[in-house]
């Protein structure tokens, strides 16, 4: 629907989804969950289901360089800082 309206609009537009964004200030969610029952017993995990499910996660620090980026792209104004 996003690229139906840009395109009828005239403009540019970026969708960004970040399932699981982690940091220094995290207070919720599945890895809050998972540090704070370490906390309390470090010699004790439980595992879900069959052990193989997989997840991705992001640093909040790489989702924010990400953001700018698809924004600078976005607006035509790429430019790298490195």
Known sequence: MLHAYAKLYGFRAVALRYANVV???????V????????????????????GKQVRSYIYIDDAVEATLLAW???????????
């Not at 940091?23 to 969610?29: K, N």
């Open 23 to 29: 940091g220094p200030r995290l207070r919720h969610g």
């Open 72 to 82: 600078r792209k976005a607006a035509g104004a790429y430019a790298p800082e490195k």
């Open 31 to 50: 890895v809050w969950a998972l540090i704070k029952k370490l906390r309390k017993n470090p010699h004790e995990l439980g595992i879900l289901g069959d």
